[in-house]
């Protein structure tokens, strides 16, 4: 009998975007192929849309209706499929499936970030899946990694680039030049990025899944509001010249690290070496590297957005829910964030950091500097100065690893120094 | 009741050595963890050793023994992890115990590049589940994304570094100009080539992963004997050298690919240019890329051996066959090889190739090449040349995409040219 058990799964999609027209595509793609792949037959049955006059190239009209609840109070549906994004009605939607008794495919970073412990508990107590691979870096496989392949480490470090518009448009910074708003452009006419790109360009979406990788990394309740956030809007073509004087490139860094005295989580631009794996993912590609005490450094490398690359993840998710619905194996889900560990105060985390500022081109002034950061415990390990004009010099000081807060208390004064007319940037060094 | 049935899933280990002392050691140290991550605690019951009387640090003695059928007819058992490598008696174990209806965990390349399929449906006859992340590429998680995550593409093609002692080898090469006989023995030294490191540096490794990738990846029996290997004991200094020139790297690269005429499994030294995300792969880390008509590219790097690494694999593996254990979810493996699709004849893959070749130093001999290859097929894409002596000059010439059988006529001819002194290396370009 054992692989005679086909059956037909029957899927709900929520939504008929960019990333639901992909999984409806895919699914139509993978038809002849899906029984021998997982024992099933998966059909999405309805669609939710907003607007049912608008004309859908390829997609069965009749699958169509703008009422969720038919969706979720429809007993053939097996699995609930969520590619509309934001936190409600999304969240709403996906709560009533979870209680329904529907498996939960959704792609939604915005949800997880927030809301991840309590659906997954929800999941749990109604004995169904929950699965959002695709809420991470979009087609590369991470979340499935980080739940399974790795659960034999203790896992100290999630960190990587997981915003692919920003690592674009840094990279058009770097290797062509562009200033920020150039590149900016660049990326909105290519679809990188959005119409109102401050989601990306101000760390948002990365900190939302720095979030939720933190989260299955580390076993323990981290939310959005726990990330520490900076964007690359203030990027400068200096920064990135300076960047290139110290064989490091600028990329937006999420990190996650799980340290003796609680949860780092943060997002920011960062000078990376250009010896370190992250250096060389460029464009709009994502990466994400994982550190194990068994496995050490493990990097996942791969398209981070789009409307194939997500539905990948998105699909794969699906098949193994299907999967786990022929079967009669939904809801092995154990405790997800059976930790309590504490995210640490920003203020208390060490970075090493490169100031770039202009001063008086005088003697003694690189002195009164260095004096300062001295009383706040940062160590000086690079120095470089250009001479901008008779009266003004550009500092370039890279520091060693020092607290954040000792760093603003160096700042603070530093900024007021007579000497000193401005501080053109802070950027830290992974 | 969900999270309450925590139970003890008893695991059988065959083998103590490096890897199997890893498992060990992991699971001791996950100890904790364990019920929280999949509701069992995992316990070592009974471990296989040759010599019973050999001092193993931090073992208890009482686990040990000599009798592989204390283990496999032992109903306590519900898990046979087996890390002693080979073809026998690991493969009379292995059927043994899932014909008793133990789930097995196994870390052998050697047995499943030859008998996967015949195991995979022994395991599927008997409802249990045999895993094998840590056959192909250490500890980086490969074989569950390709059996997964990825399952909602056509994966078309999955390439990349498995080798981590030639890596080592030909990274030693590139940047510190070593000798392939110097690598080699630095190798040996710090314990990343095996005394006898034939299988390593001969490719044969690297060509069982291929075979396991590419059953996996595209669902038809492929077997280590359908590889065509070469390895990397001809790679000389010079190779390296023009590889530079060229703004490549030499990478022993395993690659499979599946063709509208066939699949392709193949394993050679291959130049790759410095902007391949595999060119930064260094030392003993891997790299596998896969192309999916979905995902795109996706590439998984990380540490392709040792103790940690491989365990981390092995035990990744464990927790999950111990969860479906726990959940009685065993054996819902589906149709693995359920395509037939043919291995293509090595002679008709098409390749880039660099040809070096020391030749008389006088007029007209660029032309008699080119007149061979012109007439096989063959189109030149850039020629280097260097006088070596008065007498002797060195061509390297690059090609375009010719099928094999073709480069092979055209240089069993062109060796035969009274002006060709040597054919000196044959080398493909990725």
């Known amino acids: 009998?054992?692989?005679?058990?086909?059956?037909?799964?029957?899927?709900?999609?929520?939504?008929?975007?960019?990333?639901?027209?992909?999984?409806?595509?895919?699914?139509?793609?993978?038809?002849?192929?899906?029984v021998n792949k997982t024992g099933a037959n998966v059909e999405i049955v309805k669609i939710l849309v907003h607007n049912m006059n608008k004309k859908r190239e390829g997609v069965d009209p009749s699958l169509l209706t703008d009422k969720w609840e038919d969706i979720i109070t429809n007993d053939e549906i097996d699995i609930i499929v969520e590619v509309?994004?934001?936190?409600?009605?999304?969240?709403?939607?996906?709560?009533?499936?979870?209680?329904?008794?529907?498996?939960?495919?959704?792609?939604?970073?915005?949800?997880?970030?927030?809301?991840?412990?309590?659906?997954?508990?929800?999941?749990?107590?109604?004995?169904?899946?929950?699965?959002?691979?695709?809420?991470?870096?979009?087609?590369?496989?991470?979340?499935?990694?980080?739940?399974?392949?790795?659960?034999?480490?203790?896992?100290?470090?999630?960190?990587g680039i997981v915003n692919g518009t920003t690592n674009y448009i840094l990279t058009k910074m770097f290797e062509k030049n562009m200033s920020f708003e150039e590149a900016l452009a660049k990326a909105t006419e290519l679809g990188y990025a959005e119409a109102d790109p401050t989601a990306d360009i101000e760390g948002l979406d990365a900190g939302r899944k720095v979030a939720i990788m933190a989260s299955s990394a580390f076993r323990s309740k981290v939310v959005f509001d726990d990330v520490y956030i900076e964007g690359i809007t203030k990027i400068t073509s200096s920064d990135i010249?300076?960047?290139?004087?110290?064989?490091?490139?600028?990329?937006?860094?999420?990190?996650?690290?799980?340290?003796?005295?609680?949860i780092e989580v943060c997002v920011y631009p960062m000078f990376v070496s250009l010896d370190h794996p992250l250096a060389s993912v460029r464009n709009s590609f994502n990466a994400v590297m994982v550190h194990g005490d068994a496995v050490d450094d493990v990097m996942f490398y791969g398209r981070g957005a789009g409307e194939f690359p997500t539905a990948s993840a998105v699909v794969g998710d699906i098949l193994d829910v299907a999967r786990n619905v022929v079967w009669g194996s939904t809801g092995r889900a154990v405790n997800t964030c059976y930790r309590d560990t504490p995210v640490k105060q920003f203020e208390d985390i060490e970075n090493k950091f490169v100031i770039r500022m202009q001063v008086d081109n005088k003697p003694g002034v690189?002195?009164?500097?260095?004096?300062?950061?001295?009383?706040?415990?940062?160590?000086?390990?690079?120095?470089?100065?250009?001479?901008?004009?008779?009266?003004?010099?550009?500092?370039?000081?890279?520091?060693?690893?020092?607290?954040?807060?000792?760093?603003?208390?160096?700042?603070?004064?530093?900024?007021?120094?007579?000497?000193?007319?401005?501080?053109?940037?802070?950027?830290?060094?992974?």
């Open 84 to 159: 509309m994004g934001g936190i409600e009605p999304a969240k709403t939607m996906i709560k009533e499936a979870l209680k329904a008794g529907k498996s939960v495919v959704t792609a939604n970073k915005d949800l997880l970030a927030e809301y991840g412990e309590e659906l997954l508990e929800l999941a749990k107590k109604n004995h169904v899946d929950l699965m959002f691979e695709a809420s991470v870096a979009g087609g590369i496989p991470i979340m499935r990694p980080l739940r399974k392949c790795l659960l034999g480490n203790e896992i100290t470090q999630v960190m």
């Open 241 to 262: 010249q300076y960047a290139k004087s110290f064989d490091s490139v600028i990329k937006l860094i999420g990190v996650a690290k799980n340290t003796e005295s609680g």
């Open 366 to 430: 690189l002195a009164a500097i260095s004096s300062v950061f001295g009383d706040h415990k940062v160590s000086i390990r690079k120095v470089l100065q250009n001479i901008i004009s008779d009266e003004i010099a550009e500092i370039v000081i890279g520091t060693d690893e020092v607290k954040e807060k000792y760093m603003k208390n160096a700042l603070d004064l530093i900024v007021n120094l007579s000497v000193v007319k401005e501080i053109s940037s802070v950027i830290r060094e992974y």
């Open 1 to 34: 009998m054992e692989d005679k058990r086909v059956k037909t799964v029957k899927i709900g999609l929520l939504g008929l975007g960019t990333v639901g027209g992909g999984v409806y595509k895919l699914i139509e793609r993978q038809k002849k192929e899906m």
